[in-house]
């Protein structure tokens, strides 16, 4: 007997008790810089990258999105470092690249699109993690980064010392996110500094391992939108909370991003932002500052009855 619908059921239960005990609050509406949103811009089409089949096993060739997602990602001088994908238990996928018009080394994951990924975001038990002492995560995802780590550690320690003055940044889209948060916080214990780009990334552990990657670093962005509903997810009540600071896009779907439908909220404090919102809309977790998914074979398809089996 499948177990999906009971996975299914649980999980969207969870995630409207989660939203019954977040009420909205209004936004303080505060501009970002246009810098600021530009940086925001190419690190969210970067993540959209991950999702491109021609970056997942080609290594050693230029970031490319079919789709024409990330035309200033294509526009910089790129290789692909390594690529992965398919791996045995969680299907995690991405690359590690170097970007010499920005001098960059990214760490790129992919967010959800094979049952493994799915399979991955709803193991919620938490189980305890070598990035701090007393630092437990969510089982899915850190079995995710697990499996990756290996060979993206050291893709990027050849990287940086091969281009000691590049910029380290870690990125992904919804799953692809939560692995990027460990990616960063491994990186940065090994003494190597790393800007943190996530977008509509679900919660990863309890308040030691949060706070611990919150601390080790000023450059961390969790990107959320409007009323993405992954960012509720692991629910609050089952004590997960997300890394701070939050910058909250407040704009509608479809439409451009400016400076000032970019919120920045710091702390731990839920009651704002994307958790603030008392409805949920799938949609929303598609678009950033674009289709961040659209580079996906036959499309992405995140359904409201799907939603915590499809980030």
Not at 33 to 56: G, I, K, R, V, W
Not at 223 to 243: C, Q, S, Y
Not at 278 to 303: K, M
Request: charged share 15%.
């Amino acid at each position: 007997m499948s177990f999906f619908p009971y996975l299914q059921s649980l999980a969207i239960v969870l995630l409207w008790v989660a939203g019954c005990l977040a009420a909205p609050m209004p936004i303080q509406r505060r501009a970002i810089s246009s810098d600021l949103l530009a940086t925001l811009n190419l690190f969210e089409q970067y993540a959209a990258a991950a999702y491109c089949p021609s970056n997942n096993d080609s290594p050693n060739t230029k970031v490319t999105c079919s789709s024409g997602n990330c035309p200033l990602v294509e526009s910089a001088n790129t290789n692909t470092v390594i690529e992965f994908q398919n791996s045995l238990e969680t299907d995690v996928t991405g690359f590690v690249a170097t970007d010499s018009t920005n001098s960059l080394i990214i760490v790129s994951f992919r967010g959800s699109v094979s049952v493994r990924n799915w399979l991955t975001n709803v193991d919620f038990p938490t189980v305890a993690t070598d990035i701090c002492d007393g630092c437990e995560a969510c089982g899915g995802f850190w079995n995710s980064w697990t499996e990756a780590r290996t060979s993206v550690l050291a893709a990027v320690k050849t990287a940086k010392t091969a281009n000691p003055s590049y910029q380290v940044a870690a990125v992904g889209h919804s799953l692809g996110g939560a692995i990027a948060d460990f990616a960063a916080a491994e990186l940065r214990n090994g003494g190597i500094d790393v800007a943190l780009y996530t977008f509509g990334s679900p919660r990863i552990g309890g308040k030691a391992i949060s706070d611990y990657i919150s601390a080790q670093s000023s450059k961390n962005y969790r990107v959320t939108h409007l009323n993405d509903p992954v960012p509720h997810l692991p629910p609050e009540i089952l004590g997960f909370v997300h890394i701070s600071p939050e910058y909250y896009i407040s704009s509608a779907n479809y439409v451009p991003v400016t400076t000032t439908d970019v919120t920045e909220y710091v702390g731990d404090d839920e009651t704002q932002g994307n958790t603030g919102q008392d409805t949920i809309d799938v949609n929303a977790h598609r678009w950033y500052f674009n289709n961040i998914t659209d580079c996906y074979p036959g499309g992405f398809e995140l359904r409201r009855r799907d939603v915590a089996l499809a980030f």
